[in-house]
């Protein structure tokens, strides 16, 4: 059975942690070690207007630091959970009050990703399970989805993917789309989202054989604070063994 291994990172800062792995044994074949049964969950906060983002499930507030998470930030890691169906809260840290709420469904030894999204009084919590168990490892090849998280990203920006003058995705993605994985030559990526007027920007990244991304389609259009404007990020989930 291949595993999904080693580091997570935030390229911008420099942040190297590791994934939280799961054992897949059954009971029989560990007796006398009965293991809990658990989930990783992985956070963002993408919300240009809360620089601080709690996250709680069934009322149980995850560790995501002493500040929370500020904006364009992770979790850095996926963080082990509960399983079974649980309420997401998201909220600002500093007040407590709600942000959003959804809920998951979260399976034994599963991966999943909790982005929070939205702006102006207008939020929304995406929960998505990671199938990265379906990914396979490759020579000269990662892995890459995206997620676009640009509020009133109205008409449906074209995102683009390319590698090697090969398109892995080209396409419009409305407000919260996240894609599947898809497999792309490793090496230098040209990534892009635009409409042709208020969303406009470009990126080159480096993916690294046999890793997985995703890429993060964040900011305000026609936001002044550069900080909040449209840019493109992305971060590591992990690494396939075979």
């Known amino acids: 059975m291949k595993q999904i291994l080693k580091a997570v990172r935030w390229p911008a800062a420099g942040l190297f942690l590791t994934v939280m792995l799961f054992a897949a044994c059954k009971k029989d074949d560990n ?39 500020g904006y364009n930030n992770f979790s850095g890691s996926y963080l082990p959970i509960y399983t079974g169906t649980r309420e997401v809260r998201s909220f600002d840290y500093s007040t407590g009050s ?6 998951g469904v979260f ?14 009084g207008n939020y929304q919590n995406v929960v998505v399970k990671d199938e990265l168990d379906s990914l396979t490892a490759a020579s000269g090849k990662a892995w890459v989805r995206y997620i676009n998280a640009i509020p009133d990203s109205t008409g449906s920006p074209t995102v683009t993917i390319t590698a090697n003058g090969e398109n892995v995705f080209n396409e419009a993605a409305s407000y919260g789309n996240l894609s599947s994985f898809s497999r792309v030559n490793a090496g230098t990526v040209s990534t892009s989202v635009s409409n042709e007027g208020s969303i406009s920007a470009s ?38 063994t075979p």
């Open 31 to 69: 007796p006398g070690n009965i293991r809990t049964p658990a989930a990783g969950l992985m956070v963002f906060n993408l919300s240009p207007d809360k620089p601080a983002v709690g996250l709680s499930l069934s009322g149980s507030n995850l560790n995501l630091g002493v500040a929370g998470l």
């Open 107 to 120: 399976a034994d030894s599963g991966y999943y990703s909790a982005f929070v999204l939205g702006a102006n």
């Open 98 to 103: 709600t942000i959003a709420i959804s809920n």
């Open 203 to 240: 990126r080159n990244i480096t993916l690294e054989e046999n890793k997985i991304y995703t890429v993060l389609l964040t900011g305000l259009p026609g936001a002044t604070d550069s900080s909040k404007a449209v840019q493109i990020k992305f971060i590591q989930n992990g690494t396939i």
